[in-house]
Protein backbone atom coordinates (compact mmCIF):
# COMPACT_ATOMS: atom_id res chain seq x y z
CA UNK A 1 0.00 0.00 0.00
CA UNK A 2 1.65 3.25 -0.84
CA UNK A 3 1.86 6.10 2.02
CA UNK A 4 1.93 9.97 1.81
CA UNK A 5 5.15 9.82 3.63
CA UNK A 6 7.92 11.85 2.34
CA UNK A 7 11.32 11.69 3.00
CA UNK A 8 13.77 13.92 3.67
CA UNK A 9 17.76 13.55 4.64
CA UNK A 10 19.18 16.30 7.08
CA UNK A 11 22.57 16.08 5.21
CA UNK A 12 23.36 19.49 4.59
CA UNK A 13 26.96 19.76 6.01
CA UNK A 14 28.03 16.54 3.56
CA UNK A 15 29.60 17.50 0.52
CA UNK A 16 27.58 15.32 -1.35
CA UNK A 17 24.78 16.64 -2.40
CA UNK A 18 24.18 15.15 -5.78
CA UNK A 19 23.73 11.85 -4.09
CA UNK A 20 21.99 12.55 -1.36
CA UNK A 21 19.21 14.22 -3.63
CA UNK A 22 19.36 10.84 -5.85
CA UNK A 23 18.48 9.10 -2.43
CA UNK A 24 16.03 11.03 -1.26
CA UNK A 25 14.06 10.54 -4.43
CA UNK A 26 14.88 6.69 -4.41
CA UNK A 27 13.37 6.87 -0.90
CA UNK A 28 10.32 8.66 -1.58
CA UNK A 29 9.67 5.85 -4.44
CA UNK A 30 10.42 3.21 -2.15
CA UNK A 31 7.91 4.75 0.28
CA UNK A 32 5.26 4.95 -2.41
CA UNK A 33 5.88 1.05 -3.09
CA UNK A 34 5.24 0.66 0.60
CA UNK A 35 8.56 0.08 1.81
CA UNK A 36 8.78 2.66 4.54
CA UNK A 37 10.75 0.67 7.41
CA UNK A 38 13.70 0.08 4.43
CA UNK A 39 13.01 3.57 3.63
CA UNK A 40 13.30 4.87 7.02
CA UNK A 41 16.33 2.94 7.39
CA UNK A 42 18.63 4.02 4.69
CA UNK A 43 17.81 7.74 5.79
CA UNK A 44 19.01 6.94 9.39
CA UNK A 45 21.57 5.56 7.70
CA UNK A 46 22.50 8.51 5.43
CA UNK A 47 21.80 10.93 8.34
CA UNK A 48 24.31 8.87 10.96
CA UNK A 49 27.08 9.31 7.72
CA UNK A 50 26.34 13.26 7.26
CA UNK A 51 26.99 13.73 11.17
CA UNK A 52 29.73 10.51 11.90
CA UNK A 53 33.66 11.70 12.45
CA UNK A 54 34.71 10.27 8.92
CA UNK A 55 37.35 11.17 6.44
CA UNK A 56 35.92 12.53 3.64
CA UNK A 57 36.83 9.64 1.71
CA UNK A 58 34.99 7.55 3.59
CA UNK A 59 31.96 9.17 4.03
CA UNK A 60 31.94 9.22 0.31
CA UNK A 61 32.33 5.86 0.07
CA UNK A 62 29.63 4.68 2.69
CA UNK A 63 27.31 7.56 0.26
CA UNK A 64 28.17 5.56 -3.06
CA UNK A 65 27.17 2.23 -1.08
CA UNK A 66 23.72 3.51 0.09
CA UNK A 67 22.69 5.17 -3.19
CA UNK A 68 23.56 1.81 -4.81
CA UNK A 69 21.62 -0.18 -1.94
CA UNK A 70 18.57 2.59 -2.00
CA UNK A 71 18.61 2.12 -6.26
CA UNK A 72 18.26 -1.50 -5.66
CA UNK A 73 15.55 -1.26 -3.27
CA UNK A 74 13.08 0.92 -5.79
CA UNK A 75 13.88 -1.71 -8.25
CA UNK A 76 10.69 -4.44 -8.19
CA UNK A 77 12.62 -7.76 -6.16
CA UNK A 78 12.51 -9.60 -9.39
CA UNK A 79 14.70 -7.11 -11.25
CA UNK A 80 17.00 -6.56 -8.37
CA UNK A 81 20.70 -7.75 -8.49
CA UNK A 82 21.24 -9.94 -5.28
CA UNK A 83 25.02 -10.18 -6.04
CA UNK A 84 25.20 -6.25 -5.97
CA UNK A 85 23.20 -6.26 -2.56
CA UNK A 86 25.04 -8.78 -0.90
CA UNK A 87 28.46 -7.51 -2.24
CA UNK A 88 27.67 -4.07 -0.77
CA UNK A 89 26.07 -5.39 2.73
CA UNK A 90 29.45 -7.17 2.88
CA UNK A 91 31.43 -3.92 2.64
CA UNK A 92 29.38 -1.56 4.52
CA UNK A 93 30.13 -2.54 7.93
CA UNK A 94 34.08 -2.19 7.03
CA UNK A 95 33.40 1.55 5.55
CA UNK A 96 31.75 2.73 8.38
CA UNK A 97 34.84 1.62 10.62
CA UNK A 98 34.55 2.28 14.09
CA UNK A 99 32.31 5.14 14.31
CA UNK A 100 30.30 4.43 17.01
CA UNK A 101 27.19 6.21 15.87
CA UNK A 102 26.78 4.49 12.65
CA UNK A 103 27.68 1.11 14.16
CA UNK A 104 25.07 1.66 16.44
CA UNK A 105 22.63 2.31 13.36
CA UNK A 106 24.14 -0.79 11.25
CA UNK A 107 23.11 -2.96 14.21
CA UNK A 108 20.17 -1.86 14.11
CA UNK A 109 19.25 -1.17 10.67
CA UNK A 110 21.29 -3.80 8.89
CA UNK A 111 18.43 -6.83 9.06
CA UNK A 112 15.93 -4.11 7.29
CA UNK A 113 18.14 -3.07 4.36
CA UNK A 114 19.49 -6.75 3.70
CA UNK A 115 16.50 -8.91 3.81
CA UNK A 116 14.56 -9.13 0.64
CA UNK A 117 10.60 -7.66 1.28
CA UNK A 118 8.26 -10.68 0.72
CA UNK A 119 5.78 -10.77 -2.09
Known amino acids: MPSDMHITINAANVNFGTQVGTIENALNKIVNQGQTEMAIALRDLVNGVSRAELHEEQKKEVMEILAELASQAEKPPES ?12 LPAAIGLAADLTTLWLAYGPVVGIEPTT
Request: proline residues 0%.
Open 80 to 91: RSKGVIRSLMER
